[in-house]
């Protein structure tokens, strides 16, 4: 179980040091990490996709998480800036995928400031005009955490 455990912390830590050393090169690049769930009967549907779409694009990537919360973190490691903006576009296509095999946009970080776009991708006008309401409601003057999931 340690062994496990090391093993799960030393792979975002390499990713990131990856990253590290890609930004030198090109300052811009991030890794672009998805944090999305899916139901147990949908994780082998979700991970085909993930690898099939991943190869057809040739991006470098790693895939590792909670299967057994069918939750798995697809890290895309970019190497130049147009990687990026790919690893960005096909990770609204595994938001959109998750949605329809019954999952959601967000586990366990949630949404907040990055993941606010993706919004949409699961929820309808009507339950976001719900959700802001609920919000303003709450948080008449907008101070608690502004912009954070609803721009100001």
Known sequence: MDEMKRL??????????IIGRRKIEVPE?????????????????????YERRLAECGLEHVIFGHIGDGHLHVNV????????????ELYVEFA????????SVAAEHGIGRIKKRF???????????A?????????????LNPGVLFDA
């Open 119 to 129: 919004l949409p991708i699961q929820f309808g006008a009507e339950h976001l005009a």
């Open 96 to 103: 959109r995928e998750a949605v329809r095999l019954g999952g």
């Open 77 to 88: 490691l970019p190497r130049t800036g147009g990687e990026l903006e790919q690893g960005e």
């Open 131 to 143: 959700m802001r309401a609920v919000k303003a409601a709450l948080d008449p003057d907008g101070i």
């Open 8 to 17: 799960r912390h030393a792979v975002p830590e390499t990713v990131n040091a």
């Open 29 to 49: 690049l991030h890794k672009v990490g998805t944090d999305m769930a899916v139901p147990d009967e949908s994780v082998g549907a979700m991970m085909a996709f």
